[in-house]
């Protein structure tokens, strides 16, 4: 299989249970939840210790692409390990890997796409980039910095804010457009259109 025709690996972080489901860590689930339902499919436990749905992103026919679509169960910590097993079994080179995570650089709900580049402190981005290097895709979401004296790891954690969630449906879709453009048109004009 040549590298044009294998299958493009598209990774929702976050961490599995409810109690996590709202947090700002999780919002690669939540463009993934949003994905599998433009695929029409519903997640199945993979033997990787991910959920996976396969399917096809993009317009029918000839521009539509192969796509896996993961969300890791273990902890983000550890993402590395999962992603890792699901790029082995679907023999999916390494520039077809996409991994959505939230990003505390930038601000809430802008999206920032691009390829390779540092973990920026960010522990799914760490353990991924342990596993495989640095040269795959990343779908940054904003998230903003914490208020205040508060510490990293309790803002992640915290589910978006009141105001945040009034527009969390409406940039969670624009992601999902980005994933979808970045596997079918490529980085670059998947960066000229939602690089805001």
């Given at each position: 299989m040549s590298d044009a025709d294998a299958p493009w690996l598209v990774v929702g972080l976050g961490n599995p249970g409810p109690e996590y489901a709202a947090n700002r860590h999780n919002v690669g689930?939540?463009?993934?939840?949003?994905?599998?339902?433009?695929?029409?499919?519903?997640?199945?436990?993979?033997?990787?210790?991910?959920?996976?749905l396969e399917g096809r992103l993009g317009a029918p026919g000839a521009g539509s692409r192969r796509v896996v679509l993961a969300k890791p169960m273990s902890y983000m910590n550890l993402s590395g390990g999962p992603v890792t097993a699901l790029r082995d079994f679907y023999k999916v080179p390494v520039e077809h890997l996409v991994v959505i995570h939230d990003e505390l650089d930038i601000d809430y709900g802008v999206l920032r796409l691009k390829k390779g580049g540092g973990d920026n402190g960010h522990n799914g981005l760490k353990s991924i980039t342990k596993s495989l290097g640095p040269g795959y895709h990343r779908v940054r979401f904003g998230i903003g910095r914490p208020p205040g004296r508060m510490p990293v790891a309790d803002f992640v954690l915290k589910d978006f804010s009141s105001t945040e969630r009034k527009e969390l449906d409406y940039?969670?879709?624009?992601?999902?457009?980005?994933?979808?453009?970045?596997?079918?048109?490529?980085?670059?004009?998947?960066?000229?259109?939602?690089?805001s």
């Open positions: 689930f939540m463009v993934a939840d949003l994905l599998a339902g433009r695929i029409g499919g519903k997640f199945r436990t993979h033997r990787s210790r991910a959920q996976v940039f969670v879709d624009r992601a999902a457009d980005a994933v979808e453009c970045l596997v079918v048109d490529g980085l670059e004009r998947a960066q000229g259109t939602y690089n």
